[in-house]
C-alpha cells in the first residue's frame, strides 16, 4: 500500500504563490511510482486534472489552466512530489489532490481512474 500527504495549501492573494508537497510511504516511491499527478476539485465541480510528472522527473505535462503558471516536480529520493503555483487566481480555488499512479499502463495520465493511490487533499483558497 501506499499513502500520500499533502501539504502547503493556504489562503493567498491574486497573483501570489503557494508550494505544494505531497509525501509517500508504503510501496517504493522511484521504483514504481510511474506517474505523480495533481487534481483539484473546486466546489460543486468534479475533479479535474493539473499537472503530472513521469518517475524520471523528465517528462511533465499540464492542464491548460495551469501552463505557464505551475511546476510539477518530484525527489525520488525524499519520496515527495511539489506543485509550485505561481500568478495564482481565485478561479483556482479548490482542495488538490496528489496521486500516484502505480500501473504505468499509460504514459501521460490524465484521468481520475488511471491513478492507483490518492492523498486526502490540501485546500487552496485565492483571494481577490
Same mark, same amino acid.
Do not use: H
Given at each position: 500500500?501506499?499513502?500520500?500527504? *499533502?501539504?502547503?495549501? =493556504?489562503?493567498?492573494?491574486? @497573483?501570489?504563490?503557494?508550494?505544494?508537497?505531497?509525501? %509517500?510511504? !508504503? +510501496?517504493?516511491?522511484?521504483?514504481?511510482?510511474?506517474?505523480?499527478?495533481?487534481?483539484?476539485?473546486?466546489?460543486?465541480?468534479?475533479? *479535474?486534472?493539473?499537472? =503530472?510528472?513521469?518517475?524520471? @522527473?523528465?517528462?511533465?505535462?499540464?492542464?491548460?489552466? %495551469?501552463? !505557464? +503558471?505551475?511546476?510539477?516536480?518530484?525527489?525520488?529520493?525524499?519520496?515527495?512530489?511539489?506543485?509550485?503555483?505561481?500568478?495564482?487566481?481565485?478561479?483556482?480555488?479548490?482542495?488538490?489532490?496528489?496521486?500516484?499512479?502505480?500501473?504505468?499502463?499509460?504514459? %501521460?495520465?490524465? +484521468?481520475?481512474?488511471?491513478?492507483?493511490?490518492?492523498?486526502?487533499?490540501?485546500?487552496?483558497?485565492?483571494?481577490?
Amino acid at each position: 500500500q501506499v499513502q500520500l500527504v *499533502e501539504s502547503g495549501g =493556504g489562503l493567498v492573494q491574486a @497573483g501570489g504563490s503557494l508550494r505544494l508537497s505531497c509525501t %509517500a510511504s !508504503g +510501496r517504493t516511491f522511484s521504483s514504481y511510482a510511474y506517474t505523480m499527478g495533481w487534481f483539484r476539485q473546486a466546489p460543486g465541480k468534479e475533479r *479535474e486534472f493539473v499537472a =503530472g510528472i513521469r518517475w524520471s @522527473g523528465s517528462t511533465t505535462y499540464y492542464a491548460e489552466p %495551469a501552463k !505557464g +503558471r505551475f511546476t510539477i516536480s518530484r525527489d525520488n529520493a525524499n519520496n515527495t512530489v511539489y506543485l509550485q503555483m505561481d500568478s495564482l487566481k481565485p478561479e483556482d480555488t479548490a482542495v488538490y489532490y496528489c496521486a500516484a499512479d502505480y500501473s504505468g499502463a499509460s504514459y %501521460a495520465p490524465r +484521468r481520475q481512474y488511471e491513478y492507483d493511490y490518492w492523498g486526502q487533499g490540501t485546500q487552496v483558497t485565492v483571494s481577490s
